[in-house]
C-alpha cells in the first residue's frame, strides 16, 4: 500500500486533521486534534497506528510486518510495515481500528463535537 492511499483513505474520516506536529517529514493524522496514524515521508515503509493491547499483541504474534511503534507507547501502538507482507484489505481495516480506537476515549463535550460534524 502507498502513502497516498494511506492519505486519502485517512482524509476522508470524520474529522479527520493531517499536521506535522513533530517536524516536517512525519505526517500526522488526527481526528478532533486526537492522533490515530502516523507515517513518515521521508522512510514511507511504516505507518504507525493505535490499537487495543490485547489487539496489539495478537497482531504481533500473527504477522511479522507488526510490531511495536518506534517512539510510541508500545502497549498502544503498533507500527505497520507497508512493504507487501501485510494485506491491503488488513492495513485499512487497523487505520479505522485505530480511529474507533480513539473515538471511544473522547470526552463527552468532544464525542458531541464529534457527533455533530455532518
Known sequence: MDIETIRDYCIRKKGTTEEFPFDNVTLVFKVMGKMYACIGLDNPGWLSLKCAPEYALELREHHSGIEGAYHFNKKYWNQVSLQGN??????????????????KKFTRKLKKEYDEIP
Open 86 to 103: 501485510i494485506d491491503d484489505k488488513l492495513i485499512l481495516s487497523l487505520i479505522d481500528h485505530s480511529y474507533e480506537e480513539v473515538i
